[in-house]
């Protein structure tokens, strides 16, 4: 016999109420807020009220879109697809902004460029978040013939949509991305800040680790228990692990010129919102096609970096847009226009791509010359490897050989 709408309600709600607390966190961490905004809101909403089950049911009784769609990303996470795109299209029908980008994503996975663009166009039209990149996405990937519509109407929407993307793009990456990045500092005689480089702070299996380019630590001619990492807004320098003897090598045995610090778990200053999240949001640059826009993040040296007064470095990080080039020397390479500015500094800072609306972090800078147009990264399949090693020999510090 056939389920009603009700009790597939309440099978799916059931599923979430039997998460284990450490689960429903670590999901909720997980969760793109920007591409899940309606779900997010309601499922947070279920856990808080202590009777997620019931708060669910209810609210999708009532015809709530935003409940509809927590319980079609519980059925499509226990393999149930059929009933997660019932639950969209309920959604969508009412009024759903991200029923129709979900439903609009899975459309363009599946090469329904008609039916993508139909979904996405009507998501941008109710103001999700993240809509205008697919949409552009799709835009380029078709003609005015592919979706019905005059040269004119379709120039217009690629337009419109395109320079939105753009606008959007940058003011993200400079809020967003530049959370976990840090100017590598050190602190002199008279407690004056100095020092050049960008580090970036991560969590990996649990631990929160910091890590910048080896040569940026060498050229200062400083050792790794001298850096301070202080967090935005607070005082008081982060507890490092600075003196872990470990090499990181990459697939051939070659040294990588890369540091890393653990972050000590007993500081007094809570950094898991400082840090990024590499098991979910981390990509290879193998994974990226050529020509895709990346960006690099990074502290340059400038004449204005140090405020003598206040004894601090001045956070002003810069953001470096670019087009994924070719590799070289086992690097990949980033092309980017004339820089305005030095970009001496960003070595070391992370280097990110966007796909399906999501930043992912790909690599580490290590290479470019004063207003080049080319930087070079460490890709990321290189340096994760060799995490799960470091975590290990954090917990036995011993002397690095410099």
């Known amino acids: 016999m056939k ?58 009784l009532e015809g709530n879109p935003g409940a509809m769609l927590v319980l079609a990303r519980t059925c499509e996470a226990r393999g149930d697809s059929c009933t ?69 109407e379709f120039t217009a929407i690629r337009t419109e949509s395109s320079d939105v993307a753009q606008r959007l793009m940058f003011a993200e990456a400079l809020d967003v991305l530049g959370e976990g990045t840090h100017p590598v500092q050190y602190r002199d005689a008279l407690d004056i800040p100095w020092g050049t480089g960008t580090l970036f702070m991560v969590r990996w299996k649990g631990v929160d680790l910091a890590i910048t380019a080896k040569h940026v630590i060498k050229a200062a001619k400083a050792m790794p228990d001298q850096v301070q990492i202080i967090v935005h807004q607070q005082e008081v320098p982060l507890p490092l692990h600075a003196d872990i003897a470990l090499d990181f090598r990459d697939s051939d045995g070659d040294l990588l010129d890369v540091h890393v610090w653990k972050i000590n778990s007993d500081a007094d200053v809570s950094v898991e919102w400082n840090s990024w999240n590499l098991e979910t949001f981390c990509k290879s640059a193998n994974q990226i096609p050529e020509n895709s826009t990346v960006f690099v993040v990074g502290f340059p040296n400038t004449e204005d970096k140090i405020d003598f007064e206040e004894r601090k470095m001045r956070r002003a990080p810069l953001v470096v847009k670019g087009r994924l080039g070719p590799p070289y020397g086992g690097l990949h390479s980033i092309i980017c226009a ?23 972090f790909i690599g580490i800078s290590q290479l470019g010359g004063t207003r ?8 990321s399949s290189e340096i994760l490897p060799s995490l799960d090693t470091f975590v290990a020999a954090a917990t036995v510090p011993t002397t690095t050989t410099w």
């Not at 039997?18 to 997980?30: A, F, G, Q, V």
């Not at 299209?89 to 599946?110: D, F, K, P, Q, V």
């Not at 979904?119 to 697919?134: C, E, I, M």
């Not at 080049?372 to 890709?379: E, I, M, N, R, V």
Request: proline content about 3%; charged content about 25%.
């Open 3 to 60: 389920k009603t709408w009700a009790e597939y309600a309440a099978d799916a709600a059931g599923e979430i109420a039997k998460m284990s607390t450490k689960n429903r966190e670590t999901s909720l961490l997980e969760v793109d807020l920007l591409a899940h905004p309606e779900s997010t809101k309601v499922r947070e909403l279920a856990f808080a009220s202590g009777a997620p089950e019931q708060f669910l049911l209810d609210a999708v």
């Open 84 to 152: 997660a795109l019932a639950w969209r299209i309920r959604a969508y029908h009412l009024g759903s902004a991200e029923a129709a980008y979900m439903l609009g994503m899975e459309a363009t996975n599946s090469g329904q460029i008609k039916v993508a663009f139909e979904f996405l166009k009507s998501a941008y039209d109710r103001r999700h978040p993240v809509s205008p990149y697919a949409l552009a996405n799709v835009c380029q990937d078709c003609t005015a013939d592919d979706v019905d519509l005059t040269v004119e």
């Open 338 to 360: 004339e820089f305005s500015t030095d970009v001496d500094g960003v070595s070391g800072g992370p280097v990110f791509c966007r796909h399906g609306g999501v930043f992912y």
């Open 372 to 379: 080049a147009q080319t930087l070079y990264f460490l890709d």
